[in-house]
């Protein structure tokens, strides 16, 4: 080993070594420049990922474009308002709302109440906790077609189930149905991303240490009183972050919709993205279409703000 | 308020290895309106039988009497018994005084009332002007005081305290120690209170319990402790510096043989029962040390001398190794490297092999009041 390291370093021209630690020890020694280095790559992607897309959204969306015309008719900012008075739009916008909140609720009442479950300690509780973070680790298409496949009014199990239990005379198209569409894609879009809540969630609950609820238990609280004032202010805020998180990301979904009713049956379950999709890829109308997510971007953001000043998330309970 | 019994109280834990007896068959009653220690080195078992009275752990077997009333099965928030933690379990979201009248919102009294309650008690416990704070705020020494006055705002029926001042510094400690007996005068509640600190049982409790193994070593009031241990090991646990123990021989009646030696201690004891083979203990407060060239029987060379207030506490290296006195520092100044003789005034055989007190000898004449129990 020694002649091998030998003979290399003696390649090296040591005056080359130590030049190279010299130049190495001054960037680290230095803050500002340790923040650059470590800084400017991730900032290179952002800005290639997120900041010029949406820069080009939104220029494209003062554009008349086509797909087939290469030139690009100027139309204006006021093309936005057009966008915002249209029905159609307002409709979509509705859905979203329902769908991206109503998939949220969901969410977390699931994702908590399961954190809560699997934090026990019983025999194999880690092997439990583990099968519940599974879901998250399956694509949304494979669970798209999956759901498909059992909520099917021939040959679904979730219909035969229902109806062997007494629950369902008939079988029920739950996808095909106006009145039944919108629940159904909510809640298989959700029951994945349940996980992602609880895992947050757990995290947390399992740095809440044993002795505040005995300390609790001392004082003469029942379980629900513990649960109040123990845990509650403890998973707050990191349940107020997983709810801003999942709002952002259930307004953008896109995939789960798409592949499970695309956006039927009529059009109950066109949310803006797949609002967006119709206009841009079935109508080819590219500069309204960027106009859609351009809005949909400033909506969000302002919602993000507005949270932010009203729930806290970022303020961490005092710790003693 | 209210006695507590322990009946042959049992717990095993079942771990990889089998099972751990924490608290092995144990009995005993506080009296009403007493403050016991339960003392003992730590895995002893004494948080857990602490924790088993509160409810916090199901005994294996065993009954608990509080006031008359078998609580054995009762859970641990009905039992109206106060716990003060090691870690203070405060709640930081909590201002101080929300912190200190939890337990009457847990009862669903107004906010008004529980505000003036918590003024009261924290009146008590001279943190009136923190009540508006939160815990975060606050120095350990006032976490622990808002934790006890948590613990007396319901007026329960005994006051539990698992080791509260361990994480104290020893000034505050003092002060502490201070306050809780101030305390415990003006609410006048029967207190348990477990600690590792011999120093602190000693100088809080009425009566106080060496445990070790799981097992009550001794029950008796400090002064009894201290001066007719029951055992070896209490005999070394309670009390500092350490008491001296050497093997030795008895043959003739009183006096004995240090085995390795030719030191030959009278030990003044009533010698009928005293097996041939023993432990000689002698505290090192209970001597009498002399320079000398040349010590004949038990002595040596002072290693080190550690000066604490008016004594000095010597550690002499002898022919047994390390033995340990006390001597006046004005009185009878000693130095490193003085030769010592040192002299026994007062004794304990102990069987060597069961480690139970056989004799003590009685130089001074001073009984304790009570007769021996556990």
């Keep these: 080993m020694s002649v091998v390291s030998d003979r290399v370093t003696a390649l090296v021209p040591s005056q ?12 680290f020694e230095d803050d500002r420049r340790l923040l650059a280095l470590c800084l400017t790559p991730a900032l290179a992607l952002y800005v290639l ?17 086509s797909t087939l015309n290469p030139v690009w008719e100027w139309t204006g900012p006021g093309r936005l308002l057009d966008i915002v008075a249209s029905g159609t739009f307002q409709a979509a916008f509705g859905r979203s709302l329902v769908f991206g909140f109503g998939s949220v609720a969901f969410q977390i009442v699931v994702g908590v109440s399961l954190a809560l479950l699997v ?46 239990v007494g629950i369902l005379n008939n079988p029920v198209a739950f996808l095909g149905l106006p009145e039944t569409a919108m629940a159904t894609v909510m809640v298989v879009g959700s029951w ?7 895992l947050l969630t757990l995290a947390r609950l399992q740095s809440i240490p044993e002795n505040f609820y005995e300390g609790a238990t001392m004082c003469g609280a029942n379980a629900y009183q513990k649960f109040r004032d123990v845990t509650l ?36 379950t066109t949310t803006i993205p797949l609002h967006a999709y119709e206009v841009a890829f079935n109508q080819y109308r590219l500069g309204e279409a960027a106009g859609i997510a351009a809005l949909m971007f400033v909506f969000l953001a302002l919602w993000s703000i507005v949270y932010f000043r009203v729930a806290r998330p970022e303020e961490e309970v005092r710790v003693a | ?13 079942s771990s990889d290895g089998g099972e751990i007896v924490a608290v092995d068959d144990v009995s005993f009653t506080v009296e009403d309106g007493e403050f ?54 405060l709640y930081p979201h909590m201002k101080v005084w929300e912190n200190i009248a939890y337990p009457l919102k847990l009862d669903g009294v107004g906010a008004d009332t529980r505000y003036e309650r918590a003024q009261e008690v924290a009146d008590t416990i001279q943190i009136g002007e923190l009540l508006d704070k939160y815990p975060g705020e606050l120095s350990g020494g006032q976490q622990q005081r808002v934790a006890i006055g948590r613990s007396i705002i319901r007026s329960p029926r005994a006051y539990l305290l698992d ?45 106080m319990i060496v445990m070790d193994d799981g097992e009550i070593q001794q029950f008796g009031s400090p002064q009894r402790v201290y001066h007719e241990p029951n055992n070896v090991f209490v005999s070394q646990f309670i009390g500092s510096p350490e008491i001296n123990l050497l093997p030795a021989t008895c043959r003739d009646g009183a006096t004995v043989a240090v085995d390795d030696t030719d030191w030959r201690v009278d030990t003044g004891v009533d010698a009928d029962s005293v097996p041939e083979s023993v432990t000689l203990g002698f505290r090192p407060r209970h001597t009498t040390v002399e320079r000398t060239a040349d010590p004949d029987g038990i002595g040596g060379e002072v290693a080190l001398v550690e000066a604490v207030g008016d004594e000095n506490i010597l550690y002499i290296d002898s022919e047994v190794g390390e033995l340990r006195a006390v001597a006046d520092i004005e009185q009878n100044p000693i130095e490193e490297g003085d030769s010592v003789a040192i002299g026994v005034e007062r004794a304990y055989l102990f069987d060597a092999e069961t480690g139970e007190t056989v004799a003590t000898s009685r130089r001074h004449g001073d009984r304790s009041e009570d007769q021996v129990e556990a």
């Design chain 2, 163 to 207: 080791e509260p001042m361990s994480d104290l510094d020893a000034k505050l400690k003092k002060e502490m120690r201070v306050e809780l007996q101030r305390i415990q005068q003006q609410v006048g509640g029967t207190m348990v209170y477990v600690t590792h600190d011999q120093e602190e049982a000693m100088t809080l409790s009425d009566r």
């Design chain 2, 1 to 13: 308020m209210t006695d507590i019994q322990v009946d042959t109280l049992r717990k095993e834990f």
């Design chain 2, 36 to 89: 016991v220690c339960i003392v003992g080195p730590s895995g002893c078992g004494k948080t857990t039988l602490l924790r088993c009275i509160a409810g916090l752990e199901h005994p294996t077997s065993g009954e608990i009497t509080l006031g008359g009333e078998a609580v054995t099965d009762v859970p641990p928030q009905n039992r109206n018994l106060a716990f003060v933690f090691q870690d203070i379990t």
């Design chain 1, 233 to 268: 202010p403890r998973i707050k805020n990191v349940i107020l972050i997983a709810a801003l998180l999942r709002t952002l990301w259930m307004f953008n979904k896109f995939d789960i919709i798409y592949i499970m009713t695309r956006g039927g049956p009529g059009e109950t």
């Design chain 1, 119 to 164: 934090n026990r300690e019983f025999k194999g509780a880690v092997l439990a906790r583990a099968l519940a973070l599974l879901p998250y680790m399956v694509p949304a298409v494979a669970i798209g077609m999956v759901g498909q496949f059992m909520l099917n009014a021939q040959y679904g199990i979730i219909n035969l189930v229902l109806i062997r």
């Design chain 1, 16 to 27: 080359w070594w130590q030049r190279s630690h010299e130049l190495l020890s001054r960037v």
């Design chain 1, 192 to 198: 994945k991303f349940a996980v992602f809540v609880t």
């Design chain 1, 49 to 65: 990922v997120a900041i010029l897309p949406m820069v080009w959204a939104f220029n494209l969306s003062l554009y008349e474009v």
